[in-house]
């Protein structure tokens, strides 16, 4: 490539990985598949390339605290980045609080075209929290519009399992309407395993931590 050119890349994704606001930056080539191993690379390939963004495909990555979930989903995404698309990163209650107040505030259209906009849009942390009465109704224009749109994937990060949604939003039939949209073009995979904030591979075993006096947990959020 030309090397003006590919500085001009560089700095593409530059701005575009700023403008994602991803709460860190982790790559694939940086996940480590041999402490996680309840999910192979393989898995992944449909989410790898242009085709996650052609053919608009969603992934729901499921599962307890520190497994990588969150990695994974900030991994793919930079991923798109490369590829030439556009991402943004929100937490679950970060999306459901901002549309509850545009929707009283009259700013309900803006706010929503800026999660119907970037090509990729991660929804991380679906169920950690409780979400107050008009959770789904809000969630759902975002994934129905998106899915409507045909070529708009969203990769969900939740402690939950999926078929649980609808009580965490409040909402049976739009919980089921919501998973319904999502695994027409996507799947759910389940990840397994020890948290890697608390057995970081190469740190003492969790028995010698442990008479050892100290946590090991590693302060991220989860
Ligand atoms: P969660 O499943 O709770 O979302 P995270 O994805 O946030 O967990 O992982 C917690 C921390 O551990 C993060 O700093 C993440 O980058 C790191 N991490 C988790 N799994 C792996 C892994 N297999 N390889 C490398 N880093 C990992
Ligand atoms: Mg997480």
Sequence with gaps: MDPSLARREERRIARETRRASFPYLKTLEEFDFTFQTSIRRQALGPYLGPE????????????PPGVGKTALSIALAYKAIQHGA?????????????????????????????????????????????????????????????????????????????QEWGAVLHDADLGAAILDRLLHRGEIL????????????????????ASAGKGGEVPERA
Excluded: H
Excluded at 52 to 63: A, D, K, T, W
Excluded at 145 to 154: A, F, Q, S, T, V
Excluded at 193 to 208: I, K, M
């Design 190 to 209: 389940k990840l397994v395993g020890r948290s890697y904030r608390r057995y970081r591979p190469g740190q003492l075993s969790d028995a010698a931590e």
């Design 52 to 63: 996650l963004v052609s053919g608009g495909r969603n992934l729901i990555l499921c599962g």
């Design 86 to 162: 556009r991402a943004r990163f929100v937490t679950c209650t970060e999306l459901i609080g901002e549309l509850v107040q545009a929707r009283a505030k009259g700013e309900w259209e803006a706010v929503l075209c800026g999660y119907l906009e970037p090509e990729v849009l991660v929804i991380d942390e679906v169920g950690y929290l409780s979400y107050g009465p008009y959770a789904a109704n809000v969630l759902f224009p975002v994934v129905d519009k998106r899915y409507l749109r045909g070529r708009r994937p969203m990769l969900l990060t939740t402690n939950k399992d999926p």
